[in-house]
């Protein structure tokens, strides 16, 4: 069984924190706690291959006095997931600095998933194609959120497990783990169009 480490990570109140929970519950919470520190959780992918993958996500704080706690678990990440909301500039704009604290630990063949998230709202102020261009100037895959109204939430999984495994032979980070030592934290269960997760 392989297993990926995935953190997940940006600006404050740009759904990080509502995504795991959609992972883990299979639906829109819209009152939480924000994040201190770290927290996360972990699902099981039935790879289409016949392979099964732990996958833990790993929900990092998006407040600045935490920076130095995230920055020890941006080490040995299989992948990361890096959330801006399309409707706060100043989001977007920390994206570069986010991008620069994940590199610092992490080598180009460590994928990020950049996410811009929120775009059921109307006051929108980053266009997709200034996201896609931000993307493509950084090598990240880009994808658009709403987890409120349940847009792409599977997809964004998807096209994230699909491009590790496509490049798992450049990517350091994937451990193999045996299945009879496998201990699930915060399981939960949905299907993906690459995968089954359960």
Request: negative net charge; hydrophobic residues 35%.
């Given at each position: 069984?392989?297993?990926?480490?995935?953190?997940?990570?940006?600006?404050?109140?740009?759904?990080?924190?509502?995504?795991?929970?959609?992972?883990?519950k299979?639906?829109?919470?819209?009152?939480?706690?924000p994040?201190?520190?770290?927290?996360?959780?972990s699902?099981?992918?039935?790879?289409?291959?016949?392979?099964?993958?732990?996958?833990?996500?790993?929900?990092?704080?998006?407040?600045?006095?935490?920076?130095?706690?995230?920055?020890?678990?941006?080490?040995?990440?299989?992948?990361?997931?890096?959330?801006?909301?399309?409707?706060?500039?100043k989001s977007?704009?920390?994206?570069?600095?986010?991008?620069?604290?994940?590199?610092?630990h992490?080598?180009?063949?460590?994928?990020?998933?950049?996410?811009?998230?929120?775009?059921?709202?109307?006051?929108?102020?980053?266009?997709?194609?200034?996201?896609?261009?931000?993307?493509?100037?950084?090598?990240?895959?880009?994808?658009e959120?709403?987890?409120?109204?349940?847009?792409?939430?599977?997809?964004?999984?998807?096209?994230?497990?699909y491009?590790?495994?496509?490049?798992?032979?450049?990517?350091?980070?994937?451990?193999?783990?045996?299945?009879?030592?496998?201990?699930?934290?915060?399981?939960?269960?949905?299907?993906?169009?690459?995968?089954?997760?359960?």
């Amino acid at each position: 069984m392989y297993s990926y480490k995935i953190c997940v990570f940006g600006d404050y109140d740009t759904g990080k924190t509502s995504f795991i929970n959609h992972l883990h519950k299979q639906k829109y919470v819209e009152e939480y706690n924000p994040t201190i520190g770290i927290d996360y959780m972990s699902q099981i992918i039935d790879h289409s291959n016949g392979y099964k993958i732990k996958t833990t996500f790993w929900d990092c704080a998006g407040q600045e006095r935490f920076n130095s706690i995230i920055e020890g678990f941006f080490r040995n990440v299989t992948a990361g997931i890096l959330f801006f909301d399309v409707s706060n500039r100043k989001s977007y704009t920390n994206v570069l600095d986010w991008i620069k604290m994940f590199r610092q630990h992490n080598d180009e063949n460590i994928p990020i998933l950049l996410v811009g998230n929120k775009i059921d709202k109307e006051n929108r102020c980053i266009s997709k194609h200034d996201a896609y261009i931000l993307a493509d100037d950084f090598n990240l895959l880009y994808i658009e959120m709403s987890i409120k109204n349940n847009i792409n939430i599977n997809n964004a999984i998807d096209l994230l497990i699909y491009n590790i495994w496509k490049n798992k032979g450049k990517n350091p980070n994937i451990k193999i783990i045996d299945e009879d030592d496998l201990i699930l934290d915060n399981p939960s269960k949905y299907s993906c169009d690459y995968c089954i997760i359960s």
